[in-house]
Every structure is written in structure tokens, then in C-alpha cells.
């Protein structure tokens, strides 16, 4: 599904207000109080919700989808959601990420961004992991997603082509999901005294030094196992999956239209059982 202009103009927006989220610290100066930061929690989630709504409405517009697509976003939706619980806590491997990038794919990176982000509110929700990095979950998972439905070929490249080019995406996307969420929680570490931690005020160089070492140092290993399950997954599983996912939302996504063509001097009968013939090749 192609990303139109109104759609490409919300998530800009949405990506744009999400950076913001997650970066002020940074250039934050030394007396503010960034220790408050975990308290943008609903803030950010009250502004997320309707700009979600917005990408959907303009994905919609732009694409002329119905009812039906936006009802398979939610079925994708709670797979995921039923599918985090399975590896959440255990080293980081995670098989709701192979599912995302898949769904990505099909969906294009309107929907995908919308379904990543619903995905992670309904798993928090069904997982007890609602906190102050619900909201910024979200949006690295919608980040994940759109990701996926931008890669290049989407009507060109198949069959293993297509699985190692998503494979090695889930990869590269594991690993910067997980900077994304260390980088949200790193700034309340600033004044405890360790090599690693934020420092309010010093300058973005230093701080972004200590941000590389605070990741090698704590998340390396579940941003590992998170890109190797996805990467077995998506080479594994995915022919199946892509070829279900396409199957289900051409279905949901377009209603064919019966047209009426006029026929050449038609005998009495003729033009009724044309009209018949191109309804039966419709459905």
C-alpha cells in the first residue's frame, strides 16, 4: 500500500514530535530537571492517540481503503499482542518483531507505523507493562514497522530475495528499537556517579560516549538475541506469513467494482450476460 501525501505528511509530524520526546535531554541545560523526564509519560501518550487516528484517516483518504483494512490492522494487531508474552523477560527474545516487520511490509508504512504502535499498547496492556516507556515503546514500534514498509521493490522482489532483505532489515531494526528505548531510560541515571551515566549540561559529545558504553555495557545481549530470533523467523516462517498477510488484505483492502461495458451492437440478452461475466471475474 502506497504511502500518499497527506499520510506522509502526519507520520513526519508524529516522527518529528517523537524525536523531540525522546532527545530533549540531551540538549537540556545542567540545572533543568531532567530527572522528570519519566513524567512526559502521559503527556506524550495523550498526544500520540489522535495522531494516530490521523495517520489512519489520511491513509485512508490518500489510499481510498475501507472499513475492512483498518479491522485487519486490529487482527494483526492482537496476534502480536498475544504473541510478546511468549519471550518477553528471556534474553531478549521476542517474536512479535518478526511478525511486525512481515506486517510492515504488506501493510506499507502508514498502517505498519499505526499497527506497531497499537501492537505495543495492547501487549503492555495484556503483559502488566504499562509504565512511563509505554508511549515510547510505541513509538519505536511504529518506527519499527513503518520501517519495514518503506524498504525498497515492494512489488518486485520475491521469494528469498525478498525474506533476506527483510531478515537483515529485523536485524539492523532490533538493535536501533532497543538504542531507541535505552536512550529513554539512560537520562534518569545522570548524578550516580558511574562512567556511563548522563550528565545534565555536558556537551552532547561526551554525553552520546557514555550513551555507547551504557548500551554495550547493559543491553547488548537482549538486542542480540531480539535481532537473531527475528532474523531465524523471518527467514523461516516468512514465505507462509507474507503469503497469508497478502492474501488477507487484498481482501480486506479492496472492493472490486463492476463495471458495465457497452458492446458492439449487442443481440437482446447479450449486454446482461456481459455484465454478469466481468461481476464474476471481479469477485
Not at 36 to 48: G, Q, S, Y
Not at 62 to 91: C, H, I, N, Q
Not at 102 to 110: K, Q
Request: glycine share 14%.
Amino acid at each position: 500500500m502506497r504511502l500518499g501525501p497527506r499520510a506522509a505528511a502526519v507520520l513526519v509530524l508524529v516522527s518529528a514530535f517523537g524525536v523531540a520526546a525522546f532527545g530533549w535531554p540531551l540538549l537540556a541545560a545542567g540545572g533543568s530537571q531532567v530527572a522528570a523526564h519519566h513524567t512526559d509519560a502521559p503527556w506524550l501518550f495523550a498526544a500520540l492517540l489522535p495522531l494516530l487516528v490521523a495517520v489512519v484517516v489520511a491513509t485512508i483518504a490518500d489510499s481510498g481503503l475501507e472499513a475492512k483494512a483498518v479491522a485487519m490492522v486490529g487482527v494483526l494487531a492482537a496476534v502480536g499482542a498475544a504473541l510478546r508474552p511468549l519471550g518477553a523477560g528471556t534474553a531478549g527474545l521476542e517474536p512479535m518483531f518478526f511478525l511486525m516487520v512481515l506486517s510492515g511490509r504488506v501493510l506499507g508504512p502508514g498502517l505498519g507505523f499505526v499497527l506497531g504502535s497499537v501492537t505495543m499498547f495492547a501487549s503492555a496492556l495484556l503483559t502488566g507493562g504499562v509504565g512511563p516507556w509505554m508511549p515510547f515503546q510505541m513509538l519505536a514500534m511504529g518506527w519499527f514497522t513503518l520501517g519495514a514498509g518503506l524498504l525498497p521493490g515492494p512489488g518486485r522482489i520475491r521469494g528469498r530475495a525478498e525474506l533476506w532483505l527483510l531478515g537483515a532489515y529485523g536485524t539492523v531494526a532490533s538493535f536501533a528499537y532497543g538504542t531507541a528505548m535505552n536512550l529513554q531510560g539512560w537520562t534518569y541515571l545522570g548524578g550516580l556517579s558511574s562512567g556511563i551515566s548522563f550528565q545534565p549540561g555536558d556537551p552532547l559529545a561526551d554525553n552520546l560516549a557514555r550513551f555507547l558504553a551504557y548500551c554495550l555495557a547493559t543491553s547488548l545481549g537482549w538486542d542480540l538475541g531480539r535481532a537473531a530470533m527475528t532474523l531465524v523467523l523471518t527467514l523461516t516462517l516468512g514465505t507462509a506469513v507474507l503469503r497469508a498477510l497478502r492474501r488477507a488484505t487484498r481482501r480486506a483492502a479492496f472492493e472490486a467494482q463492476i463495471t458495465f461495458e457497452p458492446s458492439r451492437r449487442a443481440a437482446p440478452g447479450e449486454e446482461t450476460h456481459r455484465a454478469r461475466t466481468v461481476h464474476e471475474a471481479a469477485s
